[in-house]
Antibody, heavy 127, light 107 residues
């Protein structure tokens, strides 16, 4: 059974860098046929895809946020990490990581869908 | 970026009613359109992929159709457990984009 769980700070200050960790189980990040994305949702608002990491460590990013985002993975720890620089109050949101099975569909240039998702972690940006 | 416009943003219907939610893409996306269901306080769950293919857990009262720019999610007979917000998502082009969501409530 594939599961994902997000962790990280609940509160960050403006201009700081946010680092979030997605710990996965039920699959290996070394598997060439899987992918993990980060998606966020401001309170009461819509979903926004942020980034995806492929099996070869290549990442794809949101156009509007690509200059602030870095996605990486640690296979030995079963973790995918998202770093977002220069945080602002508008970045307050629940951040989700999500899985894509690429064995039955192409994940290039990006994942087609997300299933399942982690439970999400709420990050508030405030001084 | 491809803009996804959902309507209505919210709706209230009675148990047993037929409910339609539409999603319009700013350019043609073939059938590369997914629907998610998000219950309050929970993560979204994939409901339908490729415009019309239901996930295995989804009741048959749900259906999806469309291609190109216009898509519809239908609940043929609304049930209390269908109370949720529904989002569409395109994957024809990066960046992946979602619609604004449709909140479904019981009248």
């Amino acid at each position: 059974q594939v599961t994902l769980k997000e962790s990280g700070p609940v509160l960050v200050k403006p201009t700081e860098t946010l680092t979030l960790t997605c710990t996965v189980s039920g699959f290996s990040l070394s598997n060439a046929r899987v992918g993990v994305s980060w998606i966020r949702q401001p309170p009461g608002k819509a979903l926004e895809w942020l980034a995806h990491i492929f099996s070869n460590d290549e990442g794809s990013y949101s156009t509007s946020l690509k200059n602030r985002l870095t996605i990486s993975k640690d296979i030995s720890k079963s973790q995918v990490v998202l770093a977002m620089t220069n945080m602002d109050p508008v970045d307050t949101a629940t951040y989700y990581c999500a899985y894509t099975d690429c064995s039955t569909t192409s994940c290039y240039p990006g994942p087609p869908w997300f299933d399942p998702w982690g439970q999400g972690t709420l990050v508030t940006v405030s001084s | 970026d491809i803009q996804m416009t959902q309507s209505p943003s919210s709706l209230s219907a009675s148990v047993g009613d037929r409910v339609n939610i539409t999603c319009q893409a700013s350019q043609g996306i073939s059938i590369y359109l997914n629907w998610y269901q998000q219950k309050p306080g929970k993560a979204p769950k994939l409901l339908i992929h490729d415009a019309s293919i239901l996930e295995t857990w989804v009741p048959s009262r749900f259906s999806g159709r469309g291609s190109g720019t216009d898509f519809t999610l239908t609940i043929s007979s609304l049930q209390p457990e269908d109370i949720a917000t529904y989002f569409c998502q395109q994957y024809d082009n990066l960046p992946l984009t979602f619609g604004g969501g449709t909140k479904v409530e019981i009248k």
